[in-house]
């Protein structure tokens, strides 16, 4: 239960911060994966998430497969940024007293070469 209210209340925050309407809700969208991950761990009380909670939910996204094929690095990137954001709200309401999300690296992008213009 507390891990709804919590996400009810980030929800809340990045309205009154005046955050995109699609933002909110794919920053919602994003939690609705990540908080049941936390329930099947057992973690009920968001004042004990630790470092290695966000390890083990990024380790997850990089295996999950959901139609037999890997999630894009783009896509691991945009969900645990949106649990970054999440995890930095909870510091700034004094919830937690360190952001345990801090050294957590994000998926690299891949980058690709600048496209040259093809001359005629």
Request: with cysteine.
């Amino acid at each position: 239960m507390e891990l709804r209210l919590w996400s009810d209340r980030f929800a809340q925050y990045l309205e009154a911060r005046n955050y995109a309407k699609r933002t909110v809700e794919a920053y919602c969208g994003e939690l609705n994966e990540f908080l049941p991950f936390l329930a099947e761990l057992g973690l009920n009380n968001l004042a004990c998430l630790t470092h290695t909670h966000l390890e083990e939910y990024r380790l997850k996204l990089f295996y999950l497969r959901p139609k037999g094929k890997p999630l894009t690095m783009t896509t691991q990137a945009c969900r645990l940024g949106a649990v970054r954001q999440f995890v930095r709200f909870l510091v700034r309401q004094d919830y937690l007293l360190i952001d345990v999300s801090a050294n957590l690296d994000l998926p690299r992008r891949p980058q690709s070469l600048p496209r040259t213009l093809l001359s005629e």
